[in-house]
């Protein structure tokens, strides 16, 4: 990757296209069954940029709960691009809503005109915050279309969708149909150093190139990074290798008395009576996690081998069985308690 970036041809993306980073695009475009595409430093510019084009100023916008453009975004749906976010709870499965959902928070159509207006979907696959869950093509279909049927736009946040392609052996093209933009991630797995790409009509493209160079996101020789992101799409069917040591971690980790949920994707969320205690646990043994969704979150990714999964194992170990569970039995050891 960093050898395909020294060697990247290069021009001047602000003025007129650099040529790698067009490459890298249209290639993205052609992946997602959209028409064109551009890239962006990060996927939450991508995101931001898709409300920004999609929303008008106090209209409101629906989104599964938990979703990244919702939690994890510092509030820009709101702040920049000034939309009402409204939260669906999760009544398909974890990271997931119903049609029938969509259907009744959309309604609005006799509503008096100083109601709040709805006007966009935003969905998201896989669902981070529920652990990386996956949502199929005929889940994905029916909910668009009931979008559709209430005149909503839709937009995917997608910087997952590569795993969810590949969990489910279908190309990504099959998780985007019906959307009007599409963000999809080039680090998230794909191990690109930076990068995000945004995608949709001709138009839509146009209207981000303009936003994106608002909100800073312009780069000049950006065919250096774009390099990496080639290189990036060509390791997308390697993500299984992900998926399968996370089922061995979650299961490494039942066996030894946690409560693991069983992973889609590359995603393990584990469930704790102390969530600082045994962070700091995990810490201290050498094994790196982050809180989500109030649980302990651990993502295994490419520059991990089986061994480690292994070691990583070893160190956790099993929970103290003199300490009570989440469900008040027991519950992990603290760190240095052994």
């Not at 709805?118 to 996956?134: I, S």
């Not at 991630?185 to 190139?209: N, T, Y």
Request: charged share 20%; net charge neutral.
């Amino acid at each position: 990757m960093r050898a395909a970036m020294a060697a990247a041809e290069v021009g001047d993306d602000v003025l007129d296209r650099d040529p790698t980073m067009r490459e890298l695009e249209l290639r993205v475009a052609g992946l997602l069954g959209a028409t064109d595409a551009l890239w962006t430093p990060s996927g939450s510019m991508g995101n931001l940029i898709a409300l920004m084009h999609h929303l008008g100023r106090g209209d409101a916008f629906l989104a599964p709960a938990g979703a990244h453009v919702l939690d994890s975004e510092l509030g820009t749906a709101a702040w920049l691009a000034g939309g009402m976010p409204r939260p669906l709870a999760h009544d398909a499965g974890p990271g997931k809503v119903t049609p029938s959902a969509v259907r009744r928070a959309a309604a609005g159509g006799d509503a008096p005109y100083h109601a709040l207006r709805t006007t966009l979907l935003c969905l998201e696959n896989t669902h981070n915050a529920a652990g990386g869950t996956v949502t199929e093509p005929d889940e994905h279909a029916g909910v668009v279309a009931a979008a559709r049927g209430a005149k909503l736009k839709v937009h995917l946040d997608g910087a997952r969708l590569w795993h969810a392609a590949v969990a489910l052996g279908v190309p990504p093209a099959a998780l985007t149909v019906g959307v009007d933009t599409v963000q999809v991630c080039l680090s998230k797995g794909l191990g690109a150093p930076i990068g995000s790409v945004v995608a949709g009509s001709s138009e839509f493209v146009a209207d981000a190139r303009r936003l994106r160079k608002m909100l800073g996101g312009g780069v000049r020789q950006g065919g250096v990074v774009a390099a990496a992101g080639l290189v990036a799409l060509d390791r997308i069917d390697r993500l299984h290798e992900d998926h399968e040591r996370a089922r061995t971690l979650a299961a490494g980790l039942r066996e030894r008395g946690w409560q693991a949920s069983v992973p889609q994707t590359n995603i393990v969320l584990v469930a704790v009576a102390d969530l600082a205690g045994t962070l700091q646990r995990f810490e201290a043994a050498g094994v790196r996690a982050v809180p989500m969704s109030g649980q302990v979150r651990l993502m295994t990714h490419a520059d991990l081998t089986d061994a480690d999964i292994a070691t990583a194992l070893h160190r956790i170990g099993p929970i103290d069985d003199t300490a009570g569970r989440v469900d008040g039995r027991r519950s992990p050891v603290r760190p240095g308690r052994r």
